[in-house]
């Protein structure tokens, strides 16, 4: 397992209207932890939806 960071902050309704709760377990109703495990390709997604905000201005 390896830890990244992403530069700007993304909002739960940003992950909610890119990721299912099958996708990314922190989208489900209950979870709200803030260091989750992710597969390679959600992080790789995740962090393309960062690169598309200004660096930490993402909608809230």
């Known amino acids: 397992m390896r830890s990244i960071s992403v530069g700007t902050s993304l ?3 940003v992950l ?7 996708e990314l377990l922190v989208v ?5 932890l803030s260091i ?4 390679q ?3 790789k997604k995740i962090m393309a939806i960062s690169s598309s905000y ?3 201005v993402a909608p809230a």
């Open 11 to 13: 909002s739960l309704e």
């Open 54 to 56: 200004p660096q930490g």
């Open 16 to 22: 909610r209207s890119h990721f299912t709760p099958d």
């Open 36 to 39: 989750m495990p992710v597969t």
């Open 28 to 32: 489900r109703q209950g979870n709200r």
């Open 41 to 43: 390709a959600v992080a």
